[in-house]
């Protein structure tokens, strides 16, 4: 189990994928799966500093961990918060058009990653959970 704290920061958004990418060396992925994980873990990054907060001084934290070869992450904000999240998750569906933002974080996430849960209150923040199975189960069991 692995616990980061940052602030909403577009600089830290590269650490955090590092630090990912650093945490799912140990299954041996193929680049497939390292480059989908780095990607869903880009967009949920960026979705909590883009949209949550107003300014770099919000807090975001990434915790990464692993069960029987599933992976989790869960990367929470405690920002504005999404009001309609079924509506959020719609592909092309975007609150910042203006900003060039495409809509597709949360598609890319449920694509490349195995589940994807968002939990979210207006006022309070968004934690978004994910989950993939990861690398060869025979590998690791020895
Ligand atoms: N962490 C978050 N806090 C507040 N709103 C969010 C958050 N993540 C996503 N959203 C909302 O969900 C919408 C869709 O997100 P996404 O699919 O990543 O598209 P995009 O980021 O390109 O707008 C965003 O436009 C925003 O309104
Ligand atoms: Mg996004």
Redesign the pocket.
């Known amino acids: 189990m692995l616990h980061l704290e940052f602030n909403s920061d577009s600089e830290n958004e590269g650490i955090a994928r590092i630090v990912t990418a650093a945490y799912i060396m140990k299954f041996d992925p193929d680049m497939e799966e390292m480059d989908d994980i780095k990607t869903a873990v880009s967009?949920a990054v960026?979705?909590?500093i883009?949209?949550?907060y107003h300014d770099p001084d919000g807090k975001i934290s990434m915790d990464l961990s692993d069960q029987n070869g599933i992976l989790r992450i869960e990367i929470k904000?405690q920002?504005?918060?999404?009001p309609d999240v079924k509506k959020?998750?719609e592909p092309m569906?975007?609150?910042?058009p203006e900003e060039e933002?495409?809509?597709?974080?949360?598609?890319f996430m449920e694509a490349f990653m195995d589940q994807v849960e968002v939990i979210?209150k207006q006022g309070e923040g968004?934690t978004v959970i994910m989950t993939k199975k990861i690398g060869d189960q025979d590998k690791l069991n020895g």
Do not use: L, P, Q, Y
């Not at 920002?79 to 999404?82: D, P």
């Not at 569906?93 to 910042?96: H, M």
């Open positions: 967009e960026t979705n909590c883009v949209h949550a904000d920002g504005i918060g999404i959020a998750m569906f975007t609150t910042k933002r495409t809509g597709m974080g949360f598609s979210s968004t």
